[in-house]
């Protein structure tokens, strides 16, 4: 679907759009967004945006990207890693090798699993990190200490952090976006998103690709008494509270947000739309990121991987065509919260059961966002964080399953500035890391995206409860081997 833009104005905007008509009419007519803010950067940038992948649930490392021979040489035997070991559910049991056969990838040889195969084709471009270490096992607290640096709730996520830094290269589109996995959001829901105590603004747009209504309340309900006049009436009504409303509170940000959020709902009916509508992507692009002929309408009614292909993949796909129109933060959600039968990569039960169809789905979208970027000479300025919550353990759960490891996992980065190999081994088991007097933390990794982006991360503050408030809290250091 396609729209005019003189004859959407002319038909009064409506809903969101409309609700801020006064402040949207500039000169002739056109919709026009508010100010970009100004760009906070302290050297010369290397790149211009990022992509988070986020495998909620937490996907295991030693089943995809970190080779471990000695589990397949114990497997079955009693595990002993010569400490004692504390799980989140369950009293360690035996070695469990991976069930997947690993093969070497690439020039680097690097040794990746078959449920991750597709990104054989990108090994080289990735910079892989297996000695991260989180602070907890528990989900909502894990997964918060990934996206906002702190493990509890009340601080903006990473992509918010970006959006105030940066600010907005799009007019008409969001600055942070957010595409969740089709059942639903992960643990924590919109907090791991949150623009928190920065301006609201900041805080990341959910789009759902695929959905009927991709973008929530962007459009009016069906209705017979919205029309052109009883628009204008209310609107000149609204925007004289506003400005009353407006003068009484200088320093309260929420009405100049909401206002902008109106602003950008108007831009976006105009634009969304068109970002959206992958209809006008060739057919091979269309094959090359995994889109099933159905479309989303494909059978999910078990997890499998045709779907998973379908529907991570056209989360890339989308991720591509807004990152080319100015988005600086785009997070990507494989999983949803916990739910049974598993549709997340908390693998409890049955490792061989749910990271097949998951893993080959994710690593087939995400080798085609690579090698898409590459050929339009966007890797090179755009940076791509894959991440989880944290690991899954070397010894067994029940049979085939495996428990929490937050002592040590697996992250990798593309493009941007970054430069493929390993950086960061775990030990023999992929228990702990290897040298565990110098491990790398999500602050590392944090501070050497800001880096990466032009940012000093010690100097991007905002002062908060009387405390200069910053994405890396009082830790971090840039990865300089990890920079080309």
Request: hydrophobic share 35%; with cysteine.
């Amino acid at each position: 679907m396609s729209f005019d833009r003189r004859d959407f104005l002319k038909q009064g905007l409506g809903s969101f759009a409309g609700l801020a008509l006064a402040d949207l009419l500039m000169r002739d007519g056109i919709v026009h967004a508010a100010p970009k803010p100004s760009t906070i950067q302290h050297h010369p940038p290397r790149a211009k945006r990022v992509v988070q992948l986020f495998m909620a649930g937490a996907a295991s490392h030693i089943d995809m990207f970190d080779h471990k021979p000695l589990l397949d040489k114990k497997d079955g035997e009693p595990w002993d890693p010569g400490e004692s070991v504390e799980l989140f559910q369950s009293q360690p049991g035996a070695c469990f090798a991976s069930p997947w056969k690993f093969r070497p990838y690439g020039e680097s040889g690097k040794m990746l699993s078959e449920i991750v195969a597709p990104l054989g084709k990108v090994a080289d471009d990735m910079a892989f990190i297996h000695n991260l270490v989180g602070k907890t096992g528990v989900h909502s607290q894990a997964t918060l200490l990934q996206t906002t640096g702190f493990n509890f709730p009340g601080f903006p996520s990473a992509g918010s952090w970006i959006s105030y830094g940066l600010g907005s290269d799009s007019d008409n589109l969001p600055t942070f976006v957010v595409l969740p996995d089709h059942r639903g959001f992960a643990s924590n829901g919109a907090k791991n998103w949150s623009g928190a105590f920065l301006a609201a603004e900041h805080q990341g747009t959910v789009i759902r690709p695929g959905n009927e209504k991709p973008i929530a309340d962007l459009f009016p309900p069906p209705s017979d008494f919205i029309t052109p006049g009883s628009d204008k009436a209310g609107l000149a009504a609204l925007e004289k509270i506003n400005r009353a409303y407006a003068a009484e509170r200088p320093d309260d940000d929420r009405l100049t947000a909401r206002v902008r959020s109106y602003q950008l709902a108007a831009a976006m009916q105009l634009s969304a739309t068109d970002v959206l509508d992958l209809s006008s992507e060739p057919q091979h692009i269309q094959d090359l990121y995994g889109l099933a002929p159905e479309g989303p309408g494909v059978d999910d009614t078990v997890m499998n991987v045709k779907a998973e292909t379908e529907f991570f993949g056209r989360k890339c796909l989308v991720a591509r065509r807004l990152l080319e129109r100015g988005i600086r933060f785009v997070q990507i959600w494989s999983g949803n919260d916990n739910s049974h039968p598993r549709r997340n990569w908390d693998s409890h039960e049955d490792v061989p059961r749910d990271h097949p169809p998951l893993s080959l789905g994710m690593a087939h979208g995400t080798a085609a966002l690579i090698q898409d970027l590459k050929q339009r000479g966007m890797l090179d300025d755009t940076i791509i964080l894959w991440t989880t919550e944290f690991g899954r353990m070397p010894c067994s759960q029940g049979s085939t399953g495996r428990d929490h490891n937050p002592f040590t996992f697996t992250n990798w980065l593309c493009g941007g500035g970054i430069k493929g190999g390993t950086y960061g081994e775990s030990d023999e088991w992929g228990f702990k890391p290897l040298d565990r007097n110098h491990p790398t933390e999500v602050y590392d990794i944090h501070a050497t995206i800001l880096h990466l982006l032009g940012i000093d991360h010690t100097r991007l503050t905002v002062r908060h409860n009387g405390i200069d408030r910053r994405l890396t809290d009082v830790h971090g250091h840039v990865l300089e081997n990890m920079l080309a």
